[in-house]
């Protein structure tokens, strides 16, 4: 991202997977960390934090940001955010990823974590513009 | 309520890959980095787990 400083936007969404049972209520987390002002140092946290995304660990990473917990609180257990996930979900499945990571390079489709020079040749091909 | 403001990232798809009918994609704005005018949009998909 840095290398690429302001020609290339970043959009998140989330794609929690069914085989992945905690993988909803972070998903639900981030959303919440988002309202409070602090989704990508949350999102961040949870990568490195994974799989531990029991209640007790998302409240936890929530206040060691420093978030109010009793707003957090309140956001996760009222599942505020389900909708919106369920919304991504549905926006994959429309666009037939089934597996995660899939990224869309200007509507490319770039499937699995791959080697960052294979980011790097779809992303400069995208900055050469269309063909 | 959080806004959503409808992108249509996806325009690229509809050229680019041949998909016939590209699903408008909506970013919430606190899950997005990088600047709206920025000629590289990355969605990407993704889970915590």
Redesign the interface.
């Given at each position: 991202?840095k290398e690429?400083d302001?020609?290339?936007?970043?959009?998140?969404?989330?794609?929690?997977?069914p085989s992945?049972?905690?993988?909803r209520p972070?998903?639900e987390a981030?959303?919440c960390a988002?309202?409070l002002?602090r989704?990508?140092p949350y999102?961040d946290k949870?990568?490195a934090a994974?799989?531990n995304?029991e209640r007790a660990d998302l409240i936890r990473y929530a206040t060691d940001l420093a978030l109010p917990r009793e707003a957090f609180e309140r956001c996760l257990d009222s599942r505020r955010f389900a909708a919106?996930v369920e919304?991504?979900l549905a926006?994959?499945r429309?666009?037939g990823?089934r597996s995660?990571?899939?990224?869309?390079?200007?509507?490319?489709?770039f499937v699995g974590a791959q080697p960052i020079e294979n980011f790097r040749s779809v992303?400069d091909d995208?900055?050469r513009?269309?063909r | 309520m959080?806004s959503v403001w409808l992108?249509a990232?996806?325009?690229?798809?509809?050229?680019?890959?041949g998909a016939q009918t590209?699903?408008a994609?909506?970013?919430?704005p606190?899950?997005?980095?990088?600047?709206?005018t920025?000629?590289?949009?990355?969605?990407?998909?993704?889970?915590?787990?």
């Open positions: 991202m690429y302001g020609r290339v936007r970043l959009v998140f969404k989330d794609l929690p997977l992945h049972a905690l993988a972070a998903a981030a959303r988002g309202s002002g989704y990508w999102h949870l990568f994974q799989p995304f919106a919304a991504d926006q994959a429309a666009l990823v995660t990571p899939t990224f869309f390079i200007n509507g490319r489709p992303i995208a900055l513009g269309p | 959080w992108v990232l996806l325009a690229g798809v509809v050229s680019g890959v590209a699903p994609i909506d970013a919430d606190s899950m997005v980095k990088g600047p709206p920025a000629p590289v949009t990355i969605v990407e998909f993704s889970d915590y787990q």
